[in-house]
Each structure stands twice: as C-alpha cells, then as structure tokens.
C-alpha cells in the first residue's frame, strides 16, 4: 500500500481525511514531514479529548468540577509568633544543608507561546529589569550563580523550551556565554494539535504542516522523563539522579520576583518528607485569575479560577477572609522520584484552551481569525498534586514574589511589573538603612534595581551599602 492511501485510511478512521488536502502538490521532503508530523499525533486519545472537550456539554467541556466536598487546605501560614519563626528557622536551614549538598534542581519552564505578550522572541528573553532592562532569563540566572557562591555548590539549571522557540533561546543563552552558568540543559516539550472549536478538525497550518502548540506546563514531567536529543542524551531525570539532584525548584519564565530555590521552601518540603509542594499567595477578590488549592473530597488539588464555582469564590469565613484564599503561583518543589513514579502510572488531564489559531482553508489561504477559533489541548502541571503521598503548601507574600509578565499593557505588564520590583528593592535598601522616596500610596517614584550578582535579598544588602545612602534617582547595584 502506498504512503498516502495509508494514511488516507489512518485518517479517514479519526474524521480528519482533510489533512491531505495538498498532498498532491506536495515534494517528496515536504510529504515527508507531514507524514512525521501526523505520525506523532496519538489520534485513539484526540478523539477521546474531541469528544469531551469539543463536542461534549460545556459544563463538563470547561472542566468544571462537581464537588462533593469542596475544603479549604491547610496552609503553612506565615510566622507570627516566636515558636513559629524558630520553626521556620529549621526549615530554612534543612533546605541550605539540601542546596549544600547539590541535591537540588532548578527547572524553568519557558515552553509557552507567550501571545499575550505579544513580544517578538521567546518571552525569557524579554528585557524586564527596570533599570538594566536585563533578560528575565539573565535575572534568574543571576540568581542561580548566586545560590552557587551562597552554598558552595550551583544547582544545575534545565529549562524548558518548546519546538517553536527552543533554538531561538539556546542561541540566547549561548549568545551570553550561559550568563556564567557552570551546567543548563535545554530540554523540550511535547506537542498537541489545535482542532477547530467547531468541527473537530485538526488545523494545517501550511500544507504540509499541522497547527501544533505546546502541550502545556504539565508536559514538563513527561519532558523531563524523556531520553534526550535524538535519544543519544539521558533524560533530564536519569541525568540529575546521577548528579546527585533529588529535589526540584521549579516555577514559571514569566515571574522575575520568584525567590529561586527558597531554602525555607525546599526545607518545609523536605522536613514533611512531602512529594510535591505549593506556594501560595491569599487571594484578594474572589474574582482574582489564579487556581485555589483546596481538597476535593479529602484530596489536595487545584482548582482553576475559571472552573470555580461562583459561591465557592465568594465564600468568606466570619472573619471575612475569602474562604478559599489559597491562590497558586506555580512555583513547586518536586522530589524526582514523585516525578518518576508518575510518569509510569498516571496520565496528567488534559484541559482545553480556546484561543486565536491562524489556518489554511480549503482554498490554500491563511486566514488569521478574529475571534477564538481553535481548541488547544494543555496539561497542567499542578494536576500532580492529587497523587503525591505527602505535601505541603506554603503561604508566601506576593509583594515578595509574585508578578508575572503575561500582557503588553495593563495587568501583569512590564509596567506593573517594573513598579513592583522596583518596590521590592526599594524596600530592601530601606530595611539596610538607606532612604528611599514613597508616593502617598508607598510605591517608589522611580525605577531601583538590584542585581542577584549584587545581593540576593535584604540581609546580604545591608553587609554591602552605607546605611545613610539617599536614593534620589534610579539606582541599579550590580
Ligand atoms: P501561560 O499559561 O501564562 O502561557 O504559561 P504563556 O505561553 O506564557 O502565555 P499566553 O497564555 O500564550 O499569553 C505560564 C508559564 O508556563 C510556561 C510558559 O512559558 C510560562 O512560563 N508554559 C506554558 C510552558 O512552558 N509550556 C506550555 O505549553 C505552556
């Protein structure tokens, strides 16, 4: 049998005949790819999600759940007596023995498309620092070479890529002589094709290339568990074991303020010899976009703010505290084995995303749609927290840590962002004594930056400025 009359059969089988539309008119290379591509695709499952993500109820296709019992998790809250700040205390120094030792990991994951961003290159590559306009991945870097001097050992640093902008940022870091990192390893994620919201079909994206997207933060574990380029690599996971990595700091390309491999975390984490655990920040509105982590009958999980249902959102305690204020931010510690025995049992879900995805139509034209068109199909990473053992969730500050760039303007922007770091620091060298101009509403006139090279947090500072210094105009210590 002929190429295109197997995959003719192959197709037709799973609705989706239409993929060879331009077959005819494709060279032997370019039949080729599109025979890789489609071969890659595991239609038994894309029918499946087709059938409830598409086609299903909306209900059940948006993924709400319908709990039976829905609670508030527990929650290691921030200290506020001495018993508790002696406690941390602990913590932070089973975590520093961890980095020590060079058990720990550091995983960025910078696989997504960033379209909110709208920004031309992969989004760590974003000039966010408010004075230096450094790279997001030059700041986490510089903290990753810091953690180094600071505990003797530096973690090795894997960041996640995806088929669309894996080369452009491995060229970056090359470009910057790894920002004098001693080991990064890049490492891909999977792929899963856009259909049309409508039909089901999988979108052509050229004529012999199909829309494909990445499969979403929760590709990250399979990625991280799959032999490497070409498979003449270990995995990622089968390379950190024999380093001696038991531990994972992951969290997301897009937030500069993450406090990298927070020894405080890791101990927590370590100390309720825990499988995977959570920051999480208090919610403020019951309409704020971030996941809740809750139990659902007795077991942790998150909820997406999206599939939360509005009573839920809105309940408050006497108090007068939201009642389900756990928001995740998507940093995580992670124990490699938790990784490795998941990967062999259990499939994380897939959840659907509706969005703007550009196609080829019958007729061989681009059409760049207007409106949301597509469905893509994304895992998510904090579907793990049902099947670990044991885990922890931790209450942090989100002054401290929590921005993340996801638009052009507006929220979550490089305004805002460049306001709150700008904040963060000027609140650092207040606490080593020096003054720093506040508007009426305490936020800093101007833009104050620090490198990580220069001082990791607000104790290392005061060793390293006068304590009379003036901050008078936008000040960058490097
Ligand atoms: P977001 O869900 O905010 O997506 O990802 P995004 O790609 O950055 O931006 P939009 O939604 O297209 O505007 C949160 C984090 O997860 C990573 C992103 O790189 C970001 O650090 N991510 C997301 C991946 O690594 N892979 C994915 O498939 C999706």
């Not at 992951?250 to 010899?273: C, K, S, W």
Request: glycine share 8%; hydrophobic share 40%.
């Amino acid at each position: 049998m002929g190429l295109k009359q197997e995959l003719t059969e192959k197709l037709e089988r799973h609705g989706q005949g239409h993929l060879l539309q331009f077959w005819d008119d494709l060279d032997d290379e370019r039949r080729k790819f599109l025979a890789t591509e489609i071969a890659s695709i595991d239609f038994g499952q894309l029918d499946r999600l087709i059938v409830e993500h598409v086609r299903g109820d909306d209900a059940a296709a948006a993924g709400e759940i319908q709990p039976v019992q829905v609670d508030p998790i527990e929650v290691v809250r921030m200290p506020q007596t001495d018993a508790e700040r002696a406690a941390r205390r602990r913590a932070t120094e089973a975590g520093e023995e961890a980095l020590s030792a060079g058990e720990v990991g550091i995983v960025i994951v910078a696989g997504g498309s960033g379209t909110r961003l709208g920004y031309n290159g992969p989004k760590g590559t974003f000039p966010i620092g408010p004075v230096s306009s450094a790279s997001l991945f030059q700041i986490h870097a510089e903290k990753v070479v810091a953690l180094g001097r600071r505990h003797g050992k530096q973690p090795p640093l894997y960041v996640m890529t995806s088929p669309e902008n894996h080369a452009t940022t491995v060229k970056f870091f090359e470009d910057h002589d790894r920002f004098g990192l001693d080991h990064v390893r890049f490492f891909l994620q999977g792929q899963m094709p856009a259909v049309d919201r409508e039909t089901g079909k999988i979108l052509l994206a050229a004529p012999d290339r199909l829309a494909m997207s990445p499969d979403g933060h929760g590709g990250t574990l399979k990625a991280l568990a799959a032999p490497g380029e070409e498979g003449c690599l270990p995995s990622c996971l089968d390379e950190m074991g024999g380093r001696g990595v038991r531990t994972l700091f992951y969290f997301q390309v897009d937030n500069p303020m993450v406090e990298i491999a927070d020894p405080t975390f890791i101990g927590l984490h370590r100390q309720a010899d825990a499988e995977m655990s959570f920051k999480v920040i208090e919610k403020l509105t019951p309409e704020e976009k971030v996941g809740v982590v809750v139990t659902v009958d007795g077991k942790p999980q998150v909820i997406e703010y999206s599939d939360l249902p509005k009573a839920l959102a809105e309940k408050r305690s006497e108090e007068g505290q939201l009642a389900y204020w756990a928001g995740s931010i998507a940093i995580h510690v992670l124990e490699c084995s938790f990784i490795e025995r998941l990967i062999g049992v259990h499939r994380l879900p897939y959840h659907r995303a509706i969005k703007k995805v550009s196609y080829l139509d019958p007729a061989g034209q681009v059409v760049k749609p207007a409106e949301p068109n597509a469905v893509k199909f994304e895992q998510f990473i904090f579907d793990a927290l049902p099947e670990s053992s044991r885990y922890v969730i931790v209450e942090t500050d989100r002054a401290v840590e929590f921005e993340p760039l996801k638009n052009a303007v507006g929220p979550d922007s490089p305004a805002t962002v460049h306001q709150r770091m700008s904040d963060l620091f000027g609140g650092w060298l207040e606490q080593a004594g020096a003054v720093v101009p506040r508007r009426p509403d305490g936020t800093v006139p101007f833009a104050i930056e620090i490198s990580p090279l220069f001082a990791l947090d607000a104790h290392e500072l005061k060793s390293k400025i006068d304590p009379g210094l003036v901050v008078e105009r936008p000040i960058y210590l490097r």
